[in-house]
């Protein structure tokens, strides 16, 4: 099937991007006819790269800042006769949206004025961030936060109601979109580069006399990065002196991180054989969200050697084997966790475990199955 792709976000840091970049590759390494419509350079440009054709259309100075890598541009619309004229030369038999950006708007615009069955799939819960956003306005507005919420995700799935296949990154979440969409959703989960992401790669001593606590991801509120402060100063507090983290990424937050954390390593923004280096020295991953729908960063840990502590919330439950390859907790049982692991010699047999159930996750899977529901779909 000749497939139109319009995902939200493609050069930026974060999981839509990493997908959308491995749903490009993929098509090129399987010659999969493959149009990928994005936001990227300063003036419009169209490449193709041989069964995939790509169209990068900048956004405007009146783009509102989301995160630091993140907008969303008002005035998008203004490519649509662009982005008209090349679905119309490509003639998809599918169009896939990432959500409702001004690509997904754009993507389900077009497939309903031509009538091309259209497809989507789920790689934020934008109604979690709405209200942990809002938390601050609680004191002062007890229901805000929640209201927020509810209101944002009747408004999403009220969109996403407009495909006619939906994909989320697990179970939960299809569950929740059929129920709020009355579409059929099904299991998109995200693979793991293992030959980047290796154990092979670590550069420090297996026992150098310092714990490495590891996090990656954005520095934002939803990501319940505050907890990582809190998680030092509780181990210290019980006599454990020789841990230290190494915070990966950037975002709103890290200012405060910074003033908390004063001996932690934080590298910025880390990409390739850096991050794969950074991820294999750490000792163990604490990914304390729990708003992500799956989580990248905790597979590519696995990958690299490193059991990752997780929360109950969110999607990284369902990729952890809790005392296998890692720890699933509570937010405030992390701090007891982590000490319990320093005790013990568990570690090590995670370690293996972690790795070894890395190997098994391959993007070339994951896009099998959903080219698989396309045909069996449309």
Not at 44 to 52: M, T, W, Y
């Amino acid at each position: 099937m000749r497939i139109a792709f319009l995902p939200d976000s493609f050069h930026e840091v974060n999981g839509v991007a990493h997908t959308a970049r491995n749903y490009t590759s993929y098509a090129q390494r399987h010659n999969v006819p493959f149009l990928c419509i994005r936001a990227g350079q300063q003036q419009p440009a169209l490449q193709q790269h041989g069964s995939v054709l790509s169209l990068e259309l900048p956004r405007s100075r009146l783009s509102v800042p989301i995160e630091k890598d993140l907008s969303f541009d008002p005035l998008f619309a203004r490519h649509a006769r662009a982005v008209g004229y090349v679905l119309k030369q490509f003639r998809p038999d599918v169009i896939h949206i990432t959500g409702p950006s001004e690509l997904g708007i754009l993507g389900a615009f077009f497939a309903r004025r031509h009538g091309i069955p259209l497809a989507a799939s789920w790689h934020t819960n934008v109604h979690e961030y709405a209200g942990r956003r809002l938390q601050a306005l609680s004191r002062f507005l007890p229901a805000l936060p929640r209201a927020a919420e509810a209101a944002s995700l009747s408004l999403t799935a009220r969109f996403y109601r407009m495909a006619r296949v939906l994909f989320a990154p697990n179970e939960e979440l299809c569950e929740l979109l059929e129920r709020r969409t009355g579409r059929p959703a099904h299991r998109m989960p995200r693979g793991v580069d293992t030959d980047l992401f290796n154990p092979a790669r670590r550069t420090r001593p297996q026992d150098d006399g310092t714990f490495l606590l590891g996090y990656v991801g954005r520095l934002s509120v939803e990501k319940n990065v505050a907890l990582l402060p809190t998680i030092q100063l509780d181990l210290r507090a019980r006599g454990i002196a020789n841990t230290r983290f190494v915070i990966v990424g950037h975002g709103s937050e890290e200012a405060a991180l910074r003033s908390a954390l004063p001996d932690a390593i934080f590298p910025g923004v880390l990409k390739g054989e850096a991050l794969a280096q950074a991820y294999a020295d750490m000792d163990l991953f604490v990914f304390p969200s729990e708003t992500d729908t799956f989580g990248n960063v905790v597979l590519e840990a696995l990958a690299s050697g490193v059991p990752a502590l997780v929360t109950r919330g969110g999607g990284p439950k369902f990729i952890v084997l809790d005392n296998r390859t890692g720890l699933i907790r509570a937010p405030t049982e992390f701090t007891e966790s982590i000490a319990g692991l320093l005790l013990s010699d568990q570690l090590r047999n995670m370690s293996s475990a972690a790795r070894q159930n890395a190997l098994t996750w391959s993007w070339d899977a994951v896009f099998d199955g959903v080219r698989q529901v396309y045909e069996q779909t449309f």
